[in-house]
T-cell receptor, first 114, second 113 residues
């Protein structure tokens, strides 16, 4: 595997389900991110992890719970979601040096909440 | 309130001509700007970037121009090719390091044969 991978690519879940999204980066980076892209809205930053510590939580509801067990893996645990949470969830990684700004994205998980 | 704006949802350009995609921003703290390209069913792919200390950066057919006083940047693609048809996102950063990016809504570029 190369780059940033995400599983599953598509997920349909009911409002009472619990599911998890998985992201893995093979780039040797030390920072990972979750973004959400809803229809007709720009990508919105949800969470940032640097050196496996959460450094930013952009006022995301507690029904979204991130986990970063090591620098290569990132999870987003989902529970009691709402239909408006249906969106494309994108994971990204970067090398968090002062002069490095580029982030590299996975293909995303298309989530539908019914 | 959107801090990064791409006011053209779509743009159609003839193959071989120049494509110009525009982006405006409101936050004066942004000091680095990036363009991403996205095909359907794929994640955004980094294309080109520019630091606020420069006004131009070129990479092959792609050139990004930055006008700090106008808080405006543009991406020029010349000559445009059919494979350039995609959604292009403008993004900005104010800190580097492990700082999230602020994105525009994107412009769908369609290259006509």
């Amino acid at each position: 595997e190369t780059g940033v991978t995400q599983t599953p690519r598509h997920l349909v879940m009911g409002m009472t389900n619990k599911k998890s999204l998985k992201c893995e980066q093979h780039l040797g980076h030390n920072a990972m991110y979750w973004y959400k892209q809803s229809a007709k809205k720009p990508l919105e930053l949800m969470f940032v992890y640097s050196l496996e510590e959460r450094v930013e939580n952009n006022s995301v509801p507690s029904r979204f719970s991130p986990e970063c067990p090591n620098s290569s893996h990132l999870f987003l645990h989902l529970h009691t979601l709402q239909p408006e949470d249906s969106a494309l969830y994108l994971c990204a990684s970067s090398q968090a040096d002062r002069d490095s700004y580029e982030q590299y994205f996975g293909p995303g998980t298309r989530l539908t909440v019914t | 309130d959107q801090q990064v704006k791409q006011n053209s949802p779509s743009l159609s350009v003839q193959e071989g001509r120049i494509s110009i995609l525009n982006c405006d921003y409101t936050n004066s703290m942004f000091d680095y700007f990036l363009w991403y390209k996205k095909y359907p069913a794929e994640g955004p792919t980094f294309l080109i970037s520019i630091s606020s200390i420069k006004d131009k950066n070129e990479d092959g057919r792609f050139t990004v121009f930055l006008n700090k006083s106008a808080k405006h940047l543009s991406l020029h693609i010349v000559p445009s090719q059919p494979g350039d048809s995609a959604v292009y996102f403008c993004a900005a950063s104010s800190g580097g390091g492990a700082d999230g990016l602020t994105f525009g809504k994107g412009t769908h570029l369609i290259i006509q044969p």
